[in-house]
């Protein structure tokens, strides 16, 4: 799956930049920011947006403040490297809602690496034992739990 690389001029760069800091930022306020005025700033963004370079905005919470004190990656490894063995386990996994992220990885004993928060390490329990070690085909789990976050949620460097 190869993915075509949209031509960008400095401007379409300086939005790029200023929205991924501050989506919800004005359009008059990133039109001052880029030395463009409104009109042609918001067909640009619209444009942006059209090609596929915007694929959304979202509102990022403190999973902490909500009683999510916990953050682990847990590899998982699988029985059958086959489409329906992964897309069973895709499927299942997205019905998680701890799971924060799940990526099919190479280069280790697993096959896919989860990103999930939780309350504790009660619930992280119950989580993998209840959860994620009872879906068809995972016959490995090895878990690293996050001490500090250092980079998150960093720019796309346009």
């Given at each position: 799956?190869?993915?075509?690389?949209?031509?960008?001029?400095?401007?379409?760069?300086?939005?790029?930049?200023?929205?991924?800091?501050?989506?919800?930022?004005?359009?008059?306020?990133?039109?001052?920011?880029?030395?463009?005025?409104?009109?042609?700033?918001?067909?640009?963004?619209?444009?942006?947006?059209?090609?596929?370079?915007?694929?959304?905005?979202?509102?990022?919470?403190?999973?902490?403040?909500?009683?999510?004190?916990?953050?682990?990656?847990?590899?998982?490894?699988?029985?059958?490297?086959?489409?329906?063995?992964?897309?069973?386990?895709?499927?299942?996994?997205?019905?998680?809602?701890?799971?924060?992220?799940?990526?099919?990885?190479?280069?280790?004993?697993?096959?896919?690496?989860?990103r999930v928060i939780v309350q504790d390490m009660d619930?992280?329990?119950?989580?993998?034992?209840?959860r994620i070690t009872r879906i068809k085909g995972v016959?490995?789990?090895?878990?690293?739990?996050?001490?500090?976050?250092?980079?998150?949620?960093?720019?796309?460097?346009v």
């Open positions: 799956m190869k993915t075509e690389k949209v031509s960008l001029d400095r401007y379409d760069r300086k939005i790029l930049e200023h929205l991924q800091m501050n989506g919800r930022v004005s359009n008059q306020e990133l039109a001052d920011a880029i030395g463009l005025s409104p009109s042609p700033c918001l067909r640009r963004v619209r444009a942006l947006e059209e090609a596929g370079l915007i694929v959304g905005y979202r509102t990022v919470l403190d999973a902490k403040k909500l009683g999510y004190a916990l953050e682990a990656l847990i590899y998982i490894s699988m029985d059958q490297h086959t489409p329906e063995r992964f897309a069973n386990f895709e499927s299942e996994i997205k019905k998680i809602g701890e799971v924060q992220e799940c990526l099919l990885i190479t280069g280790q004993q697993a096959d896919y690496q989860l619930a992280y329990q119950v989580l993998l034992l209840n016959t490995g789990v090895h878990t690293s739990f996050v001490l500090r976050r250092v980079v998150a949620g960093a720019p796309v460097p």
